[in-house]
């Protein structure tokens, strides 16, 4: 199923006839791509979490398979003086709040962050474009976060809220709690060896491996631990669900 979807994508970009694509909202405006994106949802989802297992891992590549160059895609800086302000000051004072459903709130700093047991690795980013670039991300594992904060009774879903925006509500996604318990899983903060650029989400952002690169939300500031979707924006469990019908499951 893996390779049927990402065929699908490419043969997407193909079909566009070689045109150039420069954000996921102008991909968006094929309703080809919307019609089989959303009908695929199920059928990713149950062959992944059924027949692949709900820990099966995203393939993984060596040193001499990263892209030469990972492209920024979406946001490139968030606007705005707090951004800007935190940036100036090497994300010193940046926190990661999670909150919601937990018995112990966490308000954790970079400093914090980066001093936890990290996994690296090395991974293909797939976008809904119908590009892919392979790149190595450092990062605390999400579980390890989620055990610190102790998961309560309803817990269901994550909700990550982000520094950037997407008109007046700040950029959001979601995922469910099989997601972010998966061993590849991570809240990155090192890319290629060196610290997140702000292009690519600095300082953290959510590496979600097994579904497509708008799901890995950039600039992550705060997750909420919750027991449905409809407690957010408009109830899809993220920006692009709740604007352009985009599949909440973007399972690869």
């Known amino acids: 199923m893996t390779i049927t979807r990402r065929r699908l994508l490419a043969g997407f970009a193909a079909g566009t006839g070689g045109l150039l694509l420069g954000g996921c909202d102008r991909i968006n405006a094929l309703p080809s791509v919307r019609t089989a994106l959303k009908s695929a949802e199920g059928l990713t989802m149950r062959s992944q979490r059924l027949i692949a297992g709900r820990d099966a891992l995203a393939p993984e590549f060596s040193r001499a398979d990263l892209s030469p160059v990972f492209r920024s895609n979406g946001t490139f800086q968030p606007a705005g003086a707090d951004y800007e302000a935190h940036k100036q000051a090497g994300f010193s004072d940046w926190k990661l709040?999670?909150?919601?459903?937990?018995?112990?709130?966490?308000?954790?700093?970079?400093?914090?962050?980066?001093?936890?047991?990290?996994?690296?690795?090395?991974?293909?980013?797939?976008?809904?474009?119908?590009?892919?670039?392979?790149?190595?991300?450092?990062?605390?594992?999400?579980?390890?976060?989620?055990?610190?904060?102790?998961?309560?009774?309803?817990?269901?879903?994550?909700?990550?809220?982000?520094?950037?925006?997407?008109?007046?509500?700040?950029?959001?996604?979601?995922?469910?709690?099989?997601?972010?318990?998966?061993?590849?899983?991570?809240?990155?903060?090192?890319?290629?060896?060196?610290?997140?650029?702000?292009?690519?989400?600095?300082?953290?952002?959510?590496?979600?491996e097994r579904q497509l690169g708008y799901k890995h939300a950039k600039y992550v500031q705060y997750i909420q631990v919750v027991a449905g979707l409809s407690e957010y924006g408009l109830g899809k469990g993220g920006y692009w669900e709740d604007h352009h019908d985009y599949a909440w499951y973007a399972g690869i």
């Open 97 to 208: 709040t999670i909150d919601g459903l937990v018995r112990s709130p966490l308000s954790l700093s970079m400093t914090q962050i980066r001093s936890m047991p990290a996994r690296t690795q090395i991974t293909r980013h797939d976008c809904v474009e119908g590009w892919s670039a392979i790149g190595q991300w450092t990062g605390v594992p999400l579980k390890l976060l989620l055990d610190m904060a102790g998961l309560r009774d309803g817990a269901r879903y994550l909700i990550f809220r982000c520094a950037d925006r997407y008109g007046p509500m700040p950029y959001y996604e979601s995922i469910d709690l099989i997601d972010a318990f998966h061993p590849q899983t991570i809240m990155a903060w090192g890319l290629n060896g060196a610290l997140l650029p702000v292009g690519n989400g600095a300082p953290l952002r959510l590496r979600v």
